[in-house]
């Protein structure tokens, strides 16, 4: 049996000390009543033959409202009453065993970390429960989970996350954005005077954050690939791996596949305009990747437009020169590029044979690149990014940006299927910054992101072809 989504929003979790006036029975049907979307049962220390006989009470609640019913740890128990699912912490079994016990029933695991998300998952979880997010009264020894772990476990598996962990009416509005599918309570429902309105706030809350949130936007200005693996087709599946909603402006059409460019038809100028006026009146972005760029009218055009908008993040990847050195845009729109577009930006992303174009100079070791990244930046005014993918025997880049010089370190994965890494990676830190991030994290997660998509090792066509950017799935 699998769990759907939506019975995750509100996730209750309730056992026999909280009932003091009303009894347990009484106190599931007020948060049902309220609008909680599953229940889970765990009693510690109730004999196994009292659990059983508490838990056929409420699982027989539940399903008048339809609402799954899950036992806390307790396989047996969960086996004895044909309850909906089971959950489990990393300390109540081995997931392989638990998994065959009980069958097709609904499983969920705990998880603080990437890998025990993953081995959860790998081993036969429905969907996990991670935290705490928040101190806890229910587990005062619990150690807290970050956003940013959160955000990674999200990332690395396709399963329902829930938030567990001291979550209440008052904080939940901090998980929001980060890719969970609901939140698991204890004590802000069952502990609460009044139950029912308790849940009913929660409800209208979790409905909110995690329902009706309105996705950031980020935009991608860029030229169509055909063969799916870079350009505006990239840029989108990137984006909405990465959890933002795409828009795109299309300046080019290309024939291309893996084996390389047959054909290359510019969009005239005023359809780039009007595409770029039609997303300014109804869906205006929160980050922006330009592409490839070949005209020196398209570069102004586009600069005009970014500065009606000063305040939104941008990320240019100014593509230039090829992986084999072959010059791709004239010398007047180089210039354009670096007259108009460059101090509008908030980072460029040149690989090594672009900012040897850009700046002149030969590079050849990490020192050249920090070298290359000040110029650019005391030149243009805009953070830059030297990718050493090209040219060195590594994934290291170097941002220069206001704060000076940071490294981000990767791992060169032996994979000849590149086609496409400018494209995303700058399309990936696009959707970081539209979530709000820094710039610096935002590099982070793209880097990240593009590790495991390349990692993924797909294999498609006869020459370099492209990167899985729906691994996930």
Same mark, same amino acid.
């Given at each position: 049996?699998?769990?759907?989504?939506?019975?995750?929003?509100?996730?209750? @979790?309730?056992? +026999?000390?909280?009932? /003091?006036?009303?009894?347990?029975? %009484?106190?599931?049907?007020?948060?049902?009543?309220?609008?909680?979307?599953?229940?889970?049962?765990?009693?510690?220390?109730?004999?196994?033959?009292?659990?059983?006989?508490?838990?056929?009470?409420?699982?027989?609640?539940?399903?008048? &409202?339809?609402?799954?019913?899950?036992?806390?740890? !307790?396989?047996?128990?969960?086996?004895?009453?044909?309850?909906? /699912?089971?959950?489990?912490?990393?300390?109540?079994?081995?997931?392989?065993?638990?998994?065959?016990?009980?069958?097709?029933?609904?499983?969920?695991?705990?998880?603080?970390?990437?890998?025990?998300?993953?081995?959860?998952? #790998?081993?036969?979880?429905?969907?996990?429960?991670?935290?705490?997010?928040?101190?806890?009264?229910?587990?005062?020894?619990?150690?807290?989970?970050?956003?940013?772990? *959160?955000?990674?476990?999200?990332?690395?598996?396709?399963?329902?996350?829930?938030?567990?962990?001291?979550?209440?009416?008052?904080?939940?509005?901090?998980?929001?954005?980060?890719?969970?599918?609901?939140?698991?309570? @204890?004590?802000?429902?069952?502990?609460?005077?009044?139950?029912? #309105?308790?849940?009913?706030?929660?409800?209208?809350?979790?409905? %909110?954050?995690?329902?009706?949130?309105?996705?950031?936007?980020?935009?991608?200005?860029?030229?169509?690939?055909?063969?799916?693996?870079?350009?505006?087709?990239?840029?989108?599946?990137?984006?909405?791996?990465?959890?933002?909603?795409?828009?795109? *402006?299309?300046?080019?059409?290309?024939?291309?596949?893996?084996? /390389?460019?047959?054909?290359?038809?510019?969009?005239?100028? %005023?359809? *780039?305009?009007?595409?770029?006026?039609?997303?300014?009146?109804?869906? =205006?972005?929160?980050?922006?990747?330009?592409?490839?760029?070949?005209?020196?009218?398209?570069?102004?055009?586009?600069?005009?437009?970014?500065?009606?908008?000063?305040?939104?993040?941008?990320?240019?990847?100014?593509? =230039? *020169?090829?992986?084999?050195?072959?010059?791709?845009?004239?010398?007047?729109?180089? #210039?354009?590029?670096?007259?108009?577009?460059?101090?509008?930006? +908030?980072?460029?992303?040149?690989?090594?044979? %672009?900012?040897?174009?850009?700046?002149?100079?030969?590079?050849?070791?990490?020192?050249?690149?920090?070298?290359?990244?000040?110029?650019?930046?005391?030149?243009?005014?805009?953070?830059?990014? @030297?990718?050493?993918?090209?040219?060195?025997?590594?994934? !290291?880049?170097?941002? &220069?940006?206001? /704060?000076?010089?940071?490294?981000? &370190?990767?791992?060169?994965?032996?994979?000849?299927?590149?086609?496409?890494?400018?494209?995303?990676?700058? +399309?990936?830190?696009?959707?970081?910054?539209?979530?709000?991030?820094?710039?610096?994290?935002?590099? $982070?997660?793209?880097?990240?992101?593009?590790?495991?998509?390349?990692?993924?090792?797909?294999?498609?066509?006869?020459?370099?072809?492209?990167?899985? $950017?729906?691994?996930?799935?």
């Amino acid at each position: 049996m699998n769990i759907d989504k939506k019975d995750l929003l509100l996730y209750a @979790v309730t056992d +026999s000390m909280w009932t /003091g006036e009303e009894s347990l029975k %009484e106190q599931v049907k007020k948060a049902l009543d309220g609008g909680i979307t599953c229940l889970q049962l765990r009693e510690k220390e109730m004999p196994e033959d009292e659990f059983i006989r508490e838990a056929k009470e409420i699982q027989a609640l539940c399903k008048e &409202y339809k609402v799954p019913f899950i036992i806390n740890d !307790n396989v047996n128990v969960a086996l004895a009453v044909g309850a909906d /699912g089971l959950h489990i912490g990393q300390n109540d079994g081995d997931i392989p065993t638990i998994r065959k016990q009980i069958g097709d029933m609904i499983l969920g695991v705990s998880a603080k970390t990437v890998e025990q998300a993953v081995y959860a998952y #790998e081993q036969g979880a429905d969907y996990l429960g991670v935290g705490a997010v928040f101190p806890t009264s229910t587990k005062p020894d619990a150690t807290g989970v970050s956003k940013r772990n *959160v955000r990674a476990i999200r990332s690395a598996v396709p399963i329902p996350i829930v938030a567990i962990g001291g979550i209440t009416q008052s904080n939940l509005t901090e998980l929001r954005g980060l890719g969970l599918d609901g939140v698991a309570v @204890v004590s802000a429902i069952f502990g609460a005077k009044d139950i029912l #309105e308790a849940t009913k706030k929660l409800r209208e809350s979790t409905k %909110e954050i995690f329902w009706q949130h309105k996705l950031p936007i980020a935009l991608t200005i860029a030229g169509s690939d055909s063969g799916g693996g870079a350009g505006i087709q990239a840029d989108l599946k990137t984006m909405t791996n990465l959890g933002v909603f795409g828009t795109s *402006v299309i300046t080019a059409i290309t024939a291309q596949n893996t084996k /390389g460019v047959t054909d290359i038809f510019p969009i005239p100028d %005023e359809v *780039v305009q009007s595409q770029l006026d039609a997303l300014w009146d109804d869906l =205006m972005p929160d980050a922006i990747k330009l592409g490839m760029l070949a005209s020196h009218t398209l570069i102004e055009l586009i600069a005009h437009q970014l500065k009606k908008s000063a305040h939104i993040p941008v990320v240019c990847d100014p593509v =230039m *020169v090829s992986t084999s050195g072959a010059t791709l845009i004239g010398e007047e729109a180089q #210039e354009a590029l670096k007259q108009h577009l460059f101090p509008l930006v +908030s980072v460029i992303t040149p690989n090594i044979p %672009e900012a040897e174009v850009l700046t002149g100079m030969r590079i050849q070791t990490p020192q050249d690149m920090e070298t290359a990244a000040k110029f650019l930046y005391d030149t243009y005014g805009c953070a830059t990014l @030297v990718k050493g993918g090209h040219k060195m025997n590594d994934a !290291n880049d170097c941002l &220069y940006s206001k /704060g000076g010089i940071t490294w981000f &370190y990767g791992e060169r994965i032996d994979n000849d299927n590149t086609h496409g890494t400018g494209c995303t990676l700058s +399309s990936a830190i696009a959707s970081e910054l539209a979530k709000g991030l820094s710039l610096e994290e935002a590099i $982070h997660y793209a880097k990240s992101y593009i590790s495991m998509i390349l990692s993924a090792q797909l294999d498609l066509g006869d020459a370099s072809g492209p990167m899985d $950017h729906a691994f996930t799935l």
